[in-house]
Structures are given as C-alpha cells and as structure tokens.
C-alpha cells in the first residue's frame, strides 16, 4: 500500500516554526508526500526528514511559489516544470506577471508503475488579469504534458489546481461565480481532465458538499467550515481499482490549505 499526500503549505518555514510539519508526517505516515507553495529554497528549511528522499523545484524569485516532493520510495527520475517543447508550443514563457516557468510550479516524479505531478496552478488574480494564461496557455500545456506521460505508464498528478470545479466544491457558490476560482474558463480547464479520462478520486469516495481544503483567515471560516476545494489528487482511469482511500485531512493545521491523501494498493 503506498499513501500520497499533498499539501499547500503556503510557507514551508511558517509551518515548521509553528511546529506543525513533524506532527502531520507523524499522524498521516505518508509513503510520498507532495508540497506545494513552500516559499523557500531547501538551505532555508530546519526539517529532518529522516527516510525520506528530498527533492526540491523552488521559484527564481526568493519567498514564492515553489513545489517539493519527498518520497520514501525512490524515483526512477525527477523533472522540474514542463518541458521546453510545450513552453514554447503554447507560448508560457511570460506574462505581465513574469515567467511562469521560473516559478517552481509543477515536479514529476517516474516510478516503477506510474508517474507522480505535483503542481501549483497559477491564481487567475482577483481582477482575472492572469486568467487568460491560465485558460489559454497553463491549462491546455499541462493537460497535454499529462496525456504525454500516460502513454508510457498511469499518471497521479495532485496538488492547488486554484479552482473549485462545481457548486459542491465551494460552501457559497452563487455570489462567486465569475470571480478568481470560480470562472467559466477555469473550471471548463478543470473539466478537461475529466473529459479526457482522468478520474477525481475524492469523489470516488464522497458526494455533495462540505468538503473543502481551503478557508479563508476572515471570519472565522475554517471553524465555520466556509472554505472551497481546490486541493485534488486526479488519476488515470487504470488506477482507480487500485484506489482504496482518498481523504480530505481538514483537522491538519499549519497553513490556510490542508492535506489530501489517497491510498493506493500499489
């Protein structure tokens, strides 16, 4: 059995200095587990992970974005970001925001039986200004460097996709439609992965709403449950016999996300 989690941790060293990381691989026991936002570089992190191999795609400019795996099982290779080909192809190697390439946003790990993509979605921002890269350029490349990988063996690929795909997936859907997470364009980016085979595996499991990944610091939220999923864990369709569990780790503190696992019998 092998457990991935992954979790934005919107700042590695905030969590840490909470003491909150060790506590979260003790209670969840991950085999890999999958970080996004970490904010760091790896000199600037006091973490012992013992048994695990690190590897770490952290963002040009210093305290942004940024993606990590650690992995008990070791990978056959790891990547840091998509390839030149679809840098190119869809035009993702500026905005008015800069590079998004340099950002750290996406790492994929090869394993015996399948590939491992931890990604970082870009945020389309409050006034959509970068809703159109998203929508026309991020979206499409990542969907297309997936389908590339699973010609060769299943992909899992996880992590803050910035978007909640249906009105369940948000506590408060109907004065949010339009704005950043909730647009036509993102979730129809979102709907893709579906369309194209990829299977959401929390909804394997669990139906309807109240489950979120996200809340906001304002009001009280998180207590109140008034949050949105946009933490995921998506898999090739083959995998899904081998699916045994996926979760929602809504009691993990440390950072406005929580982790979400799945349990694989791989």
């Known amino acids: 059995m092998t457990k991935i989690c992954s979790w934005n941790v919107n700042g590695i060293r905030a969590v840490e200095r909470k003491g909150l990381f060790q506590p979260f691989i003790n209670e969840l026991k991950p085999d890999i587990i999958c970080l996004q936002e970490t904010k760091a570089n790896r000199e600037q992190v006091e973490i012992d992970l013992n048994g695990y191999h690190e590897y770490w795609n952290s963002a040009e400019r210093k305290g942004y974005s940024g993606t990590a795996i650690f992995s008990k099982i070791e990978p056959v290779t790891v990547i840091d970001g998509l390839p030149e080909d679809f840098i190119k192809q869809y ?49 499409p490349a990542f969907l297309e460097y997936l389908k590339s990988l699973e010609k060769n063996k299943p992909v899992i690929f996880c992590g803050d996709l910035n978007v909640a795909y249906s009105e369940d997936d948000l506590s408060n859907p109907k004065p949010n439609v339009g704005k950043k997470g909730f647009t036509d364009e993102e979730r129809q980016g979102f709907g893709q992965f579906l369309n194209t085979g990829f299977i959401d595996s929390f909804r394997i499991f669990n139906k309807g709403n109240g489950y979120y990944s996200w809340w906001s610091h304002w009001a009280n939220a ?36 929580c982790p979400v696992s799945i349990e694989l019998d791989i």
């Open 222 to 257: 998180r207590a109140r449950n008034i949050g949105w999923r946009i933490d995921y864990i998506l898999t090739s369709k083959s995998l899904v016999p081998k699916i045994k569990s996926a979760q929602i780790h809504k009691d993990i503190l440390g950072s406005d996300h």
């Open 91 to 139: 035009k993702l190697d500026n905005d008015s925001y800069g590079d998004p390439n340099s950002e750290g946003r996406v790492m994929t790990a090869e394993y015996k039986d399948y590939y491992l993509v931890t990604v970082y979605t870009p945020n389309a921002k409050d006034d959509l200004s970068r809703l159109k890269l998203r929508h026309k350029q991020w979206d």
